[in-house]
């Protein structure tokens, strides 16, 4: 739906009257029927690709990257037992034989779900791999926990298994500490906040409230596999259930420069104000908050429009803590709302200041008089990825952030008939690697594609497309309603940051 406000006047002041639960019934359906037709679009787009992937003795996983860049990441693949019986050893390979590297998450009665760590998928493209059988290896093990301390060649990470935070995030490249330790809350500290009373904000002010942490926290479970090894927390929290608790996962990635913090809570349903955050006091010397949003970049507070919002943020993909030496990026899968260098509720700042490199993402609440549920209730769960890099630039943070946003997305194919189609195909890519395609979509003229493109370096460029034989594609400069700007050509100039539509032949 593209209106928030759909919704009763008196969803909170009356959330069990009837018309707050029609309107509410009529307003999330309008989420869930575009859940379902985004499946839809997946299985009909997959099923009309099909006839051209790779099938043969074994079965098949066909990997699709719909950005415009190569990419080597994980992702995360559910496999029936009838393609992998249960217990079955196999190895997932390319077709010249070198295997990925592939670790169990979680089981269901009819399968599992794996996270394999492909490698080298092609920009706007696909790779096919076998589901080899083979003997079993050896487990990989358990994590080994000295004082409560994790970590790899790119990091170490100092828990405090007594609030289920992050106590310290050392990073090694950098030579230097992540985490501000004159914050009041660590790293991942998961926070939930009371408010005396709903009026205050309509009053432009915020003095009743009361924030706390997590009570009775320990670690649960640890493990370590090919892709990364992991640290399960779990504590309790008002506004939770008890039993589930809140759970918080940290996975340390052995080959990438990557962290993972997967939170899993069953939130009770309140219809006093109240609202989560999860903590993320960063420090990097004269730092400063850069977020993606529509159509750019934002620095908090520097291009930001006076006058625009400043309490909190929504978040495209990514916000970066950056200086001319370093940046640390963070973003989450789920959660776009960010409050930036504080926890800024009721301050309504004109203009943006602030005096640490602080990110707090605002997870949920209930604060608002109208037009929304009352409470929010049930199991929920959310995740943050983070890194850290000597590359401070623009470029690095929006291809973290939209990678890791925009999954790689797989398809399993059972054992076949040997058609010997190609395993590998690109579209096309870019020459430079400072554009990113936002978007690619069907033009209103048969035959053709309609690509959004930015350039993301701030460097006057020149854009040229290339097919996978390395030949130059044709374009041609439109308008956002398909209307030509300028002819046909082969190379177009980008000023720094310009955003343009071009229309190319369909492949």
């Given at each position: ?249 940290i996975k340390l990635y052995h080959d990438t420069k990557r962290i993972e913090l997967e939170y899993a809570i ?41 006058g625009t919002s400043t309490d909190w943020n929504t978040v495209q993909n990514f916000v970066s803590v950056q ?135 701030g460097k006057r460029t020149n854009l040229r497309i290339l097919n996978e034989d390395g030949q130059t594609v ?34």
């Amino acid at each position: 739906y593209d209106e928030h406000t759909f919704g009763a006047s008196e969803s909170v002041s009356d959330p069990l009257c009837e018309n707050s639960q029609v309107q509410w019934g009529e307003k999330s359906a309008y989420a869930w029927e575009a859940v379902k037709r985004t499946q839809m679009l997946y299985e009909t787009s997959v099923g009309l690709l099909q006839g051209d992937l790779r099938r043969g003795k074994n079965p098949t996983l066909t990997i699709f990257n719909t950005l415009n860049w190569k990419r080597s990441e994980m992702l995360t693949v559910y496999i029936d037992f009838e393609v992998i019986p249960r217990n079955q050893f196999f190895e997932i390979t390319d077709f010249q034989g070198h295997s990925l590297k592939v670790q169990p998450i979680r089981y269901r009665r009819e399968g599992c779900y794996y996270a394999i760590f492909a490698e080298d998928i092609p920009p706007m493209g696909y790779k096919t791999f076998e589901i080899v059988f083979k003997q079993p290896s050896t487990d990989t093990g358990t994590v080994t926990i000295n004082n409560a301390s994790i970590e790899n060649h790119f990091y170490k990470l100092q828990l405090n298994p007594d609030k289920g935070t992050i106590q310290s995030l050392y990073d090694k490249e950098l030579n230097c500490e992540l985490v501000d330790s004159s914050s009041p809350w660590e790293l991942g500290a998961f926070i939930y906040e009371k408010l005396g009373n709903r009026d205050q904000l309509a009053q432009y002010r915020l003095d009743d409230y009361n924030r706390t942490g997590l009570s009775e926290c320990r670690i649960i479970d640890s493990s370590n596999g090919p892709i990364y090894q992991r640290i399960l927390l779990q504590g309790k929290s008002p506004g939770t259930d008890e039993a589930f608790g809140v759970n918080l996962e940290i996975k340390l990635y052995h080959d990438t420069k990557r962290i993972e913090l997967e939170y899993a809570i069953k939130r009770l349903p309140e219809t006093e104000p109240s609202g989560i955050y999860v903590a993320f006091p960063f420090q990097l010397p004269e730092g400063k908050l850069v977020f993606d949003v529509q159509g750019g970049t934002v620095i908090s507070g520097k291009n930001q429009l006076e006058g625009t919002s400043t309490d909190w943020n929504t978040v495209q993909n990514f916000v970066s803590v950056q200086n001319n030496r370093a940046q640390i990026i963070i973003g989450s899968n789920l959660i776009p709302l960010y409050q930036l260098g504080d926890i800024n509720l009721g301050k309504f700042q004109y203009q943006k200041q602030y005096e640490k490199p602080h990110v707090y993402s605002w997870v949920m609440n209930n604060y608002w008089n109208t037009n929304f549920k009352a409470s929010q209730e049930g199991e929920f769960r959310w995740s943050y990825h983070l890194t850290s890099s000597v590359d401070p630039s623009n470029n690095l943070a929006t291809k973290f952030g939209w990678s890791s946003r925009i999954p790689l997305y797989a398809r399993v194919m059972p054992t076949g008939t040997e058609n010997h189609k190609p395993t590998e195909y690109s579209a096309f890519h870019f020459e430079k690697n400072n554009f990113l395609m936002t978007s690619c979509t069907p033009s209103k003229e048969e035959g053709y594609i309609l690509l959004n493109i930015r350039e993301i370096d701030g460097k006057r460029t020149n854009l040229r497309i290339l097919n996978e034989d390395g030949q130059t594609v044709p374009f041609t400069i439109v308008n956002a309603i398909e209307e030509k700007l300028e002819n046909e050509t082969s190379e177009h100039i980008f000023e720094g940051y310009q955003n343009k539509f071009i229309k190319i032949k369909r492949f």
